[in-house]
């Protein structure tokens, strides 16, 4: 089946400790993407990637990091974490990025800095 | 300003009423997303167009490029629809994509 898996889906940490949140596809697509959502704020997008070791910024860079060593992964990592970084969190997929192709979501992973 | 604009924010109906929402943008683009949005919180794609119209069961997408209009139509609404609706569009032909809103949904029986 094909899918966006997101790990963990759910998780509260504490201000300062480093977090990775997994991202992988099992569709062999060239595009990912992190978005965070916000109420009031909608979907704001992370970083993206068009392929291995390419990434980008997006609207809202500050305070993540991502990586691209393999086609399947994407994780996210916030490596001083800050309250402001509570969010429900995305990653998403396509076959060349997000201009022409349809979009594939993961299942959101709800993360609370306390 | 907020580069893509939809309305309404909310909107409550009945089931079997003909739902419209609308998208408008500023940037200009070369497809546009609309995305459901379930109460869980998963979002799954529903269209990306980038002229004319698209069917897929009750639900229509619309986008008129010149006009920089997209909408979205559900035809014999059920409850089982009600959904945050979010437009999105990958600004300049980039993908740095930037997103509606959302319109949520809410068809009663």
């Known amino acids: 089946e094909a899918q966006v898996t997101q790990n963990p889906r759910y998780l509260i940490t504490v201000t300062g400790k480093k977090l990775t949140v997994t991202c992988s596809q099992n569709?062999?697509?060239?595009?990912m993407s992190w978005y965070r959502q916000d109420p009031g704020l909608g979907l704001r997008q992370i970083y993206y990637?068009?392929?291995?070791?390419?990434?980008d910024k997006g609207d809202v860079p500050e305070g993540y990091k991502v990586s691209r060593k393999e086609k399947r992964n994407f994780p996210l990592i916030l490596e001083s974490p800050s309250p402001n970084q509570t969010s429900l969190y995305f990653c998403?997929?396509?076959?060349?990025?997000?201009?022409?192709?349809?979009?594939?979501f993961g299942e959101g992973s709800w993360l609370t800095v306390v | 300003k907020n580069e893509v604009e939809q309305s309404p924010q909310n909107l409550t109906a009945q089931e079997g009423e003909f739902i419209t929402i609308n998208c408008s943008y500023s940037?200009?683009?070369?497809?546009l997303h609309w995305l459901q949005q379930h109460p869980g919180g998963g979002i799954v794609s529903l269209f990306m167009?980038?002229?004319g119209k698209k069917k897929h069961g009750r639900l229509i997408a619309t986008i008129n490029i010149q006009e920089k209009h997209s909408s979205l139509h559900i035809t014999a609404s059920h409850p089982r629809d009600s959904a945050v609706y979010i437009c999105?569009?990958?600004?300049?032909?980039?993908?740095?994509?930037?997103f509606g809103a959302g319109t949520r949904l809410t068809v009663k029986p």
């Open positions: 940037v200009g683009i070369s497809a």
């Open positions: 167009l980038s002229s």
């Open positions: 998403a997929s396509s076959i060349q990025g997000s201009a022409g192709n349809t979009i594939y």
């Open positions: 569709m062999n697509h060239e595009y």
């Open positions: 999105a569009v990958p600004e300049g032909g980039n993908n740095d994509m930037r």
């Open positions: 990637s068009m392929n291995v070791e390419v990434t």
